[in-house]
């Protein structure tokens, strides 16, 4: 009736499905907050970009460390979460036990939180941002090896 | 029988399903177009970020601002258009009302065609830029706050 | 029945359907790759961004040319990936032939595997890489574009 059917699975009484969908919102708000933190940034250093920008606040376009920081960690995450979503979606479709699936949703929505913030609000030392980092990066790795062998 | 299926949401015959993958296709072929417009300004102003791209035209590697300009408009969709696509997705299952759906996912194209234009294009004085790009933040935000609330 | 459903598309019984999952996953982990290569540049070429990971080193942090270009090859993954998962699926849904829509998947795979070769691992002359990320470029376009067709 339902013969390969993915009705069960992107069903909203599913809560992998439910998870998948809370944290990935979770996620673009968090994306969506780099950008409140890069003009943040460029206001408080004066440091803008474009000379459509600077000029009318009588400044030079100027490139600033605390800017590049905050932008690194923007780009940081358009490199690992945008991934995730993908990764994510075909594990879903492999399966996973509930507790496991959505362990890993979460604590990959908490390792970006936390690689942002020791990162490009408060500076932590090293290994801090590794640690925060590498944690998504394997989650991503887990679901997306998972996805390929089921799939092969 | 289809409890808490999604049959009815992802639906060839729901038109917000198929506007979200009209609008998407569109952001997707915008996005593509940015290429082009990177490669006219390389071409243009004889800048190539590569040896191997500088050296057969008897050039040197050099950063020019018109194509840094276009690099930071392209930039700018990667940031703001693939957290739209999940955004998306996940507001279309919050039941939203028909327009209310198609005029967010309109608005937000438009909006990203518009910051290209008046920031890579024709370089329009602040603040179109600032606003066609709050468009398409506060649209993004809406859609993820509204999912989030509904998967809370 | 299932009047317009998208039961008998995102199916695991469909092969176009089963192809996609399997191809984004491979993609996905063709990404997470970026993030080991530039690291190793990195740590061979003792170039760093961040202060903090320079400076237990004893090092500045420094920009180095083929770090730059690991960098390069990354963004241009960010700028050609995600939209090839929005455009995949769109055309998914445009009832394509499953032989046309492997091919398509699959070339696009290697296309993307093949650039990051010749631009980031062994350089390699031009047109490779110019022809490598056209490729990937044209299905992505022809994609969103035939999507677009149907959905109008």
Redesign the interface.
Same mark, same amino acid.
């Given at each position: 009736m339902?013969? +390969? +059917?993915? =009705?069960e699975i992107?069903? =909203?009484?599913?809560p992998i499905f439910?998870g998948y969908?809370?944290y990935?919102? %979770?996620?673009? =708000?968090k994306?969506?907050a780099?950008?409140v933190l890069t003009a943040t940034q460029r206001f408080k250093r004066k440091a803008f970009?474009?000379p459509?920008?600077a000029e009318?606040r009588k400044l030079k376009p100027k490139i600033d460390e605390n800017v590049e920081?905050v932008r690194?960690a923007?780009l940081n995450d %358009?490199?690992n979460?945008?991934?995730f979503?993908?990764?994510g979606? +075909?594990y879903m %479709?492999t399966n996973p036990a509930v507790g496991t699936a959505l362990m890993l949703f979460r604590v990959f929505t908490i390792a970006r939180f936390v690689h942002t913030l020791v990162y490009a609000v408060v500076?932590v030392?090293?290994p801090s941002?590794a640690l925060a980092w590498a944690t998504g990066?394997f989650i991503? +790795?887990f679901m997306?090896?998972k996805? %390929?062998m089921h799939? =092969?």
């Open positions: 339902n013969e +390969g +059917g993915v =009705l992107l069903n =909203l009484t599913n439910k969908i809370f990935s919102a %979770l996620l673009v =708000l994306v969506l780099m950008a970009a474009n459509e920008d009318p920081r690194r923007h %358009l490199e979460i945008p991934i979503f993908v990764a979606f +075909g %479709l500076v030392p090293q941002r990066y991503t +790795g997306a090896v996805t %390929l799939f =092969l």
